[in-house]
């Protein structure tokens, strides 16, 4: 009778604990809108559609100081492209607006030295002018782009529901084994309770 009891309440205890992490795990995103509770001033929502926005801010300001930020990612552009490749670029396209827009009555030595100057001119400056227009180009990127901001706009314009399915999907384990500690904890709280219960 008494090793009965104990187990009853041991079980009674190992459901209400599982029982209360499925239902914390579910508060997590559900109800996505607010809930009004009849007879009190008082709203239910999901902690992440409650605090959507806070948390938005937080993840983009982050992101921006934490991991990457604008000019990190103009430099690692800048670094990735062959800057001898772009001189090249330069070059023919020099050379084909002074094919185009010099007369044609201009000899033709006289445009292949002015182009042969514009090569060499491109040749000695042209990585020192790329490195000038990339600092510029950083400079106007920081004061006009920011990167918490664009970050904060997708997440909160991102779709709960969807958010939800891929979060479950890649914790579902986690979430199962949190699911199941509770019913453990709640077992052995149960048991404990049983024997002081049944002592007395």
Same mark, same amino acid.
């Given at each position: 009778?008494?090793?009965?009891?104990?187990?009853?309440?041991?079980?009674?205890?190992?459901?209400?604990?599982?029982?209360?992490?499925?239902?914390?795990?579910? *508060?997590?995103?559900?109800?996505?809108?607010?809930?009004?509770?009849?007879?009190?001033?008082?709203? /239910?929502?999901?902690? +992440?559609?409650?605090?959507?926005? $806070?948390?938005?801010?937080?993840?983009?300001?982050?992101?921006?100081?934490?991991?990457?930020?604008?000019?990190?990612?103009?430099?690692?552009?800048? %670094? !990735? @492209?062959?800057?001898?490749?772009? +001189?090249? %670029?330069?070059? #023919?396209?020099?050379?084909?607006? /002074? @094919?185009?827009?010099?007369?044609?009555? =201009?000899?033709?030595?006289?445009?292949?030295? =002015?182009?042969?100057?514009?090569?060499?001119?491109? #040749?000695?400056?042209? $990585?020192?002018? =790329?490195?000038? *227009?990339? $600092?510029?180009?950083?400079? !106007?990127?920081?004061?006009?782009?920011?990167?918490? @901001?664009?970050? %904060? $706009?997708? /997440?909160?314009?991102?779709?709960? %529901?969807?958010? #939800? !399915?891929?979060? *479950?999907?890649?914790?579902? !384990?986690?979430?199962?084994?949190?699911?199941? *500690?509770?019913?453990?904890?709640?077992?052995?709280?149960?048991?404990?309770?049983?024997?002081?219960?049944?002592?007395?």
């Amino acid at each position: 009778m008494f090793w009965g009891k104990l187990l009853f309440l041991a079980v009674i205890g190992a459901v209400i604990g599982w029982l209360t992490n499925v239902f914390a795990i579910k *508060l997590i995103f559900r109800p996505l809108k607010p809930i009004k509770i009849p007879g009190v001033n008082f709203y /239910i929502q999901g902690l +992440i559609p409650k605090r959507k926005s $806070e948390i938005a801010k937080s993840i983009g300001h982050t992101v921006e100081t934490e991991l990457i930020s604008i000019e990190e990612i103009i430099d690692k552009f800048i %670094e !990735r @492209e062959n800057k001898s490749e772009i +001189i090249l %670029e330069i070059k #023919e396209r020099v050379k084909t607006i /002074i @094919e185009q827009k010099i007369p044609t009555l =201009i000899p033709t030595t006289i445009k292949n030295m =002015i182009i042969a100057y514009a090569d060499e001119v491109i #040749e000695t400056q042209g $990585e020192e002018v =790329i490195n000038e *227009l990339a $600092e510029r180009l950083i400079h !106007r990127a920081t004061s006009k782009v920011k990167i918490s @901001e664009i970050i %904060e $706009e997708k /997440i909160i314009n991102f779709e709960l %529901e969807k958010l #939800e !399915r891929i979060i *479950l999907n890649i914790a579902k !384990r986690e979430l199962k084994h949190i699911e199941l *500690l509770g019913g453990l904890i709640g077992f052995l709280i149960g048991i404990i309770q049983g024997l002081i219960i049944l002592q007395f």
